[in-house]
């Protein structure tokens, strides 16, 4: 009976327990109490007994809680009111608080009233940014709260002298003492191997982790002033070489090799967002600011999942999604770009001395005489012998840009995050401008407790404007100074140092940029997928996802009738000069992209046992139509629709590919299976391993599919009892990975189909009749190119603040594609008509490391990190053949690396006639002051078999820096990056004096001449024809460099003041691009190191900008 007695007064404790612990959410602004005890009895199961009279002397309540323990609710209700309560069984019993328990607070209840508060605040990161997400507790209870996307919290209910706990992801938990406003700065923690990492088809904790995963620092991403996602990652990774393509108008998207160059053709890896496989370009231009994570697959074991197209690593991209409170969000940078070089041509007076000599070392007659030098030296008559600073005339020095990024977000059961961006960009070429448009809608919704959906939407639109001819900077560069871009009577130039010059006037670069045409294009991107997860028990995931994604792509290009120029000179009109044909271009392309996919996984800790298993099944379907037509002999300029033109055949041209070749019509389809288990004992010793079959379309029947395994081991070390005592390693693991990889990349559409090309004219009839010629082989055995990874690497953390990890690697890529080495010349086949057969092989070792380490001085915050990474490349199988026929200055050799230079070696330049008679025979009667090449085989001839291995523009050895302080609101960050032992060559304008008439820089002024016949000259005797420009290393420069790509300085306004304008966060900084660099070659200040080797390339950019970041 006693037994019975006691169970059953156990049996209401925990009943009345488990009632009373219930979690309260509630917010009302001066409500009446009698409506806060009806919401509150509503949502805990309590009554509530009270008296009329007595709720007429209680005073309104403000509160404002979440997910509280109804203890801590009525603690907060109560305060400063005439009244008290008592519990009787699920009643809440009301009464008036004697006054000697008002006045002297001798009850336990009455105290704790008095103490409780809400507690505000500001959780910031190391460099003084707010803390987005970071847990705030109560330690001992379960009250809590989050932080919002700038960092600031509320918190009600806390009693005075309780302990804060603050915690998040990736940095030491902290413990303080509540108060009413608490400013917090986390200490970084530097064993991140807890961090959440986006993995292939899910994420991973850190921890868990056994292949080669690198994550990017978002901070060092937002807020920068670059027009490609791809340029803001340089130097952040090791191991992924990124070179920065100069281009004009949002054009620099630039490339990305991960892990050296795996084959003969493209290296490009395999980009992912948000689950859908995406271009380089589409991953461009996503919005920096919309970006919550960056994942790089580098080794089998971790890309292996992603088959016949993770040959070359895979970058995977998680957007923003929304959560809590709702929070408005606002940044904006308003910048000024510049060039960070411009060619440094010379002056009129330096120009036609060079041509003189140039002349005179060719035995002709001097094109300018004594009273011309002096006129163009003295500028006394511009109109016949000018000094034309062509850049200075038409470019701006400097152009504008912009952003703007406003962005929604929150949600409990519904999570959204809505942003919408707009980028504006001018050229440095007056006339030419970008406007982009971006739209992005992210939601996911709990409709259940088992059933989840979302979607993730995304919308780019690219508007180019050039409302002025495609001049570029090859047309500003090939003008010479002598040449007048306007007379002073107002007509065009037409004089060229004295004489009418009918065709230079035709190539004024200033008068086609008025006069000339227009161009403007469009790009519409569309990226969308809606998925939805069925959890039917506690573990198991099956989820379906389904996406589409469009491209389109519209120009049109019109070319204008313009009228000749007046001569100067004669006052006659120089019909050379005029464009007497209009012209319009218009092409358009499309493509879409269908994804179907489904994936079920399971997870399960069982004791010490703990293991995930993934399977899935996807199919895509790739469609793209392209289209190009030209139509001339339009009525006026005005009038620029198709259908104006000339309707002549022979005044239209219409094609199935776009200007860079691509093929104007394309299908293909990939149906795939994969499935991955990871497992782990103990959190000490870690196994993943998977598997994915894909059947590609672009293969023959029966040789469409293929399985790609992979297998990775990790122990964590510092989990092992003999490593507990060594206070200094708080964090050590080994891993092993090994397995293989697709490259389908280089595989058209229909390379196992026999080609025919279009257009041919064949006699019939005794007429011409249009018709086809057999064009590339089929191959019907071609397959898949296979690599082979294998990885060890090392993670560790140490004293806390010290962290690195370091990867060893071998990637063996065999059956790469070449054509067919069997087939001779004599076939008759054309260049690209040879069939293609998975012949080649290419092996790159190479290593990794980054560090980073953090510290605290009292207020003063700082971060130091860096990264370095060696890659040898070689090429060990050719089918056979020791190397491949030279392509230019290329060649692909057995034991070379990929694509090595393959030229003439250079000693110098010939210092007399007796140098010259004593060497190797050269071709073109060499002369004093020429180049003297190297006689490799001997045989006193210079010839093709002299040529040699000459390095590679790939950088062997890549770096990056990465620095960031904080102090009392303010924050510093420096980003750095550079590269070593890699070679640029020049050629062209850019090494060429005269080149198809074009100007001469001033570098040139260091050369060899009679009167300083130096044979370590910079540049060789000067001609006008092409006597030194074969190909040597005379023109190959070292390209290394270290470049401060981004200094940033900001500072958070403190909250107390932006309390009283109801604004959560507002931080402004100014940012520097790409202000400096030091380069490798002193030969090379005229040109950027990143820049195009040839032609007169649009430069890279530095800028400056002015930003803010405003959550509301």
Known sequence: MKLATFLLVASIMQLHAASFAQKISLSVKNEPLSKVFIQVSKQSGYDFLVSGSTLKKTNPVTIDVKN???????????????????????????????????????????????????????????????????????????????????????????????????????????????????????????????????????????????????????????????????????????????????????????????????????????????????TQNDFARINPNDVAGISILKDASSSSIYGARAANGVILVTTKKGNGTPTISYNAYFGSQSATYLPDYTNGYDYAILRNEAETNLGRTPLYDATAL??????????????????????????????????????????????????????????????RYSLRSNTETQVSDKFKVGSNLSYIRDGYNNDNMEIGFTGVGRSIPLSVAQQSNGEWGSVTAGKENATIAGQNPLRLLKEGGRTNYNTNRFIGNLNGTYTPVEGLDISGLFSYNA????????????????GFITNKPLTSTAVLTNQLTEAWQSTSNLLAQTTASYEKNMDQHYFKVLAGASYEKLQKRTVRVVRKGFPNNDLNAINAGSTLPANTTVTSDLNDGVAGVGESALASVFARLNYSYADKYLLEASARNDASSRFAPGHRSAWYPSASVA???????????????????????????????????????????????????????????????????????????????????????????????????????????????????????????????????????????????????YSIGGNVSKIWNKVTDLGGANETAPNGYYINRIGQPVGSFYMWQAEGLFVDQADIDGHAKQANNPKPGDIKYKDQDGNKVIDG????????????????????????????????????????????????AFFNGAGVKNYVLDRWTVDNPNPNASYPRLTNDTQNFGMSNFWLFDASYLRIKAITLGYTIPKHILDKAKIKGLRVYVSSNNPFTIRGDKRLKDFDPEAPSQRSAYPSLKTISAGLNLTL
């Open 68 to 278: 509280v323990p109804l203890e801590d609710v009525l603690i907060s209700i109560f305060k400063n009111q005439p009244i008290t309560y008592a519990i009787e069984t699920n009643t809440i019993v009301i009464k008036e608080r004697p006054k000697n328990m008002v006045s002297n607070a001798k009850s336990e209840l009455s105290t704790a009233i008095n103490q409780v508060m809400e507690v505000s605040g500001t959780i910031l990161d190391e460099t003084g940014k707010g803390v987005p997400g970071a847990s705030i507790k109560v330690k001992g209870k379960e009250l809590g709260t989050s932080t919002d996307e700038s960092g600031n919290f509320k918190l009600a209910g806390v009693t005075d002298g309780a302990i804060l706990v603050i915690s998040y992801i990736g940095y030491q938990t902290t413990e303080v003492r509540a108060s009413a406003n608490v400013r917090i700065t986390l200490a970084p923690l530097v064993n991140t191997l807890e961090d959440v990492v986006v993995v292939a088809y899910g994420t991973q904790k850190k921890v868990n982790l056994s292949g080669a995963v690198n994550t990017v620092n978002t901070k060092t991403i937002i807020n920068r002033p670059v027009t490609s996602l791809t340029n803001a990652l340089q130097g952040t990774v090791p191991g992924v070489a990124i070179k920065s393509s100069p281009g004009d108008l949002g054009n620099d998207l630039g490339s990305i090799n991960v892990r050296g160059r795996a084959n003969l053709g493209s290296s490009s890896p395999l980009f992912v967002v948000d689950g859908v496989v995406v």
């Open 945 to 992: 078999d002299d040529r040699v291995i000459n390095g590679n523009d790939v950088p062997y050895f890549t770096y990056g820096l990465n620095l960031s302080s904080s102090y009392k609101g303010f924050d510093l960050s420096v980003l750095a990056q550079g590269v070593n032992n890699v070679k640029v060559y020049l050629e062209q304008e850019a090494s060429q």
């Open 374 to 435: 002096e006129a163009i030296k003295s500028q006394s008559n511009p109109d016949l012998y000018p000094n034309t600073d062509w850049y200075s005339l038409i470019l701006r020095k400097r152009a504008p840009m912009m952003e703007h990024q406003l962005s929604v977000s929150g949600g409990e059961k519904t999570k959204y995050y809505l942003s919408g961006a707009y980028f504006g960009q001018n050229s440095l070429i007056p006339g030419k401008d970008l406007k």
């Open 715 to 861: 122990w964590r070390l510092s989990q092992e009892d003999f490593m507990k005592d060594l206070g200094a390693v708080n964090e050590l693991k080994l891993r092993l990975s090994a397995g293989k990889l697709g490259n389908i990349n280089n595989v058209g559409d229909y390379d196992f189909y026999d080609g025919l090309n279009a257009g041919s004219t064949v006699i019939l009839d005794q007429s011409k009749q249009d018709g086809v010629t057999p064009g590339k082989l089929a191959n019907p055995l071609l397959s898949w190119e296979k690599l082979t990874t294998y990885n060890a690497g090392l993670d560790a953390t140490l004293f806390r603040s010290l962290t690195l990890q370091l990867d060893v690697f071998s990637r063996i890529t065999k059956d790469i594609l070449l054509d067919d080495p069997n087939i001779t010349a004599e076939s008759g086949l054309g260049e690209g008509e040879s069939p293609s057969v998975n012949l080649g092989a290419v092996k790159n070792n190479g290593f990794e490391l980054s560090l980073n380490y953090n510290g605290k001085i009292s207020d003063f915050n």
């Open 551 to 566: 491209y389109n792509y519209f120009n049109s290009s019109f070319i204008n009738t313009i009228d000749p120029v007046i």
